[in-house]
């Protein structure tokens, strides 16, 4: 009787063992256990469920959102793979329902997502294309082959589409085909190729990225996910440690891309020539920014679009390389700041007629009030390259510069945002962008986290070439 005891337990062990999910022979792991929403988020789960064995979401009469929900992967970032899933979109045909996926993305600070997209509408002449969010739109539609060169220009051609190809009904289930290899995206629906695109316009291809599920705006509707697989390639480079952490950032810039390359766009306000060599003590070897006088950078949702870029929760870290080759530290340098007391964040320098020279502080407003620390830039050489970084992390909020703790003091609370515009190289003044930047920039992000000491210092290293 034991024996036959430790033999049936055993048999179940192994039977439990092998339902453990886990990568298939093809290569493919599920990313979905048609159950529950397990390692998904999404920024207001009410509009996200399991319905037909499929992650749904869902926009009701009575229960619609003001922006766009996504529900994010919370795997890591993607570089090179292979994505398999079985789609639809349940509506009324309206020309205004449309729905897809996001990869190679990067999370916003309002929950929103920018980054390459595979993208389905009713009402178009198309039903599936290759696209990019808050980027350069339209990448291939269904029947294209885009490549685009070096400098941004963008050359399209047909692709030949099978017989049948393009004979699929949104409403109805299909299985999503996405290769991201390198430079080249390929997208086939039910087996057979629909859109290809060769990224090689190094200030626009995204190499790495979040995945998320898309709910987008629009009148009542359904869009469900099942069979969702993914089969990681191996990346040519592999991305490197800054690499990833700045593809984890909610908002990165580096100034001296194309202004047109930005991703979120940029306004460029006041005299900026990009792609300037840069020069002066600290300059990192080869690299290009962006050199201004009395200018600022306009923080855009998209260039028709309000402005809604506030962090909330308790931590954020932002980030920007800067130089004024005078030493004259007064500007707003990134900020989300009004008038005195309506702050969300702001990172700036200053010369008060009472100090003996320029100051740079950091300041927050949390629920419980407003909070900022500073240091003199006497400390350091004035004239030089500048890695500023405010962090807070929701117990102390400190401002570091070229890697040392320069200013900290204890804080706490919930982050307060505003409908003030956020500004890099300016603050807002009763929404007018006041104390504009005269000097040079080459980067910035902002986190919606806390950086480790350990993320930091990969931070201050230079990119690769």
């Not at 515009?421 to 986190?447: H, N, Q, S, V, Y």
Request: glycine fraction near 10%; charge should be negative; charged fraction near 20%.
């Amino acid at each position: 009787m034991r024996f036959s005891i430790l033999l049936l337990l055993g048999g179940l062990a192994a039977g439990c063992h092998s339902l453990q999910p886990g990568p298939a022979r093809d290569g493919f792991e599920s990313l979905f256990d048609g159950r529950t929403l397990d390692g998904w988020r999404g920024q207001d789960m009410s509009f996200w469920s399991i319905e037909d064995g499929a992650i749904t979401g869902t926009i009701a009469p009575d229960h619609a959102p003001e922006l766009n929900q996504y529900l994010v992967w919370q795997g890591g970032l993607l570089d090179d793979f292979e994505l398999k899933l079985t789609f639809r979109m349940r509506s009324t045909n309206s020309p205004l329902v449309n729905g897809g996926f996001q990869f190679r993305s990067r999370r916003l600070p309002n929950g929103d997502v920018a980054g390459y997209q595979v993208d389905n509408n009713y009402g178009q002449p198309w039903k599936a294309r290759l696209y990019d969010e808050f980027g350069r739109h339209n990448l291939a539609l269904q029947g294209e082959r885009t490549v685009f060169d070096r400098e941004g220009g963008k050359h399209t051609g047909p692709l030949p589409l099978e017989p049948g190809a393009a004979d699929f009904r949104l409403e109805e289930w299909h299985e999503y085909h996405l290769i991201a290899q390198g430079r080249n995206l390929a997208l086939r629906v039910n087996g057979k190729p629909i859109a290809e695109v060769t990224d090689n316009d190094d200030d626009s291809f995204e190499p790495l990225g979040l995945l998320a599920l898309q709910l987008h705006t629009g009148p009542p509707m359904k869009v469900q996910f099942k069979d969702i697989r993914l089969k990681r390639l191996r990346p040519v480079p592999k991305p490197s440690g800054r690499e990833r952490l700045w593809a984890d950032a909610a908002l990165a810039w580096q100034f001296g891309a194309r202004p047109d390359a930005h991703q979120p766009p940029l306004q460029a306000v006041g005299n900026i020539i990009p792609q300037v060599p840069a020069r002066g003590p600290g300059a990192r070897p080869g690299a290009v920014v962006a050199a201004m006088e009395r200018a600022y950078f306009d923080v855009q949702r998209d260039l028709n679009q309000p402005r809604l870029w506030n962090v909330s929760g308790e931590a954020l870290t932002v980030y920007l390389r800067a130089r004024v080759p005078d030493g004259h530290w007064n500007a707003g340098l990134f900020a989300k700041r009004g008038s005195q007391g309506i702050v969300n964040y702001c990172l700036f320098g200053a010369n008060p007629g009472d100090s003996p020279g320029p100051t740079i502080g950091f300041e927050i407003h949390t629920d419980k009030g407003s909070v900022m620390v500073s240091f003199p830039v006497s400390q350091m050489d004035a004239t030089a390259w500048l890695d500023l970084i405010g962090r807070y992390d929701g117990r102390n909020i400190s401002l570091l510069c070229n890697g040392r703790v320069m200013a900290e003091r204890p804080w706490s609370g919930r982050l307060i945002g505003n409908s003030e515009p956020t500004f890099i190289g300016a603050t807002a003044i009763d929404d007018a962008p006041e104390l504009r930047f005269t000097g040079e920039m080459e980067e910035a992000a902002l986190w919606t986290r806390a950086l480790s000491a350990g993320e930091m210092a990969t931070l201050l290293r230079p990119p690769l070439p």
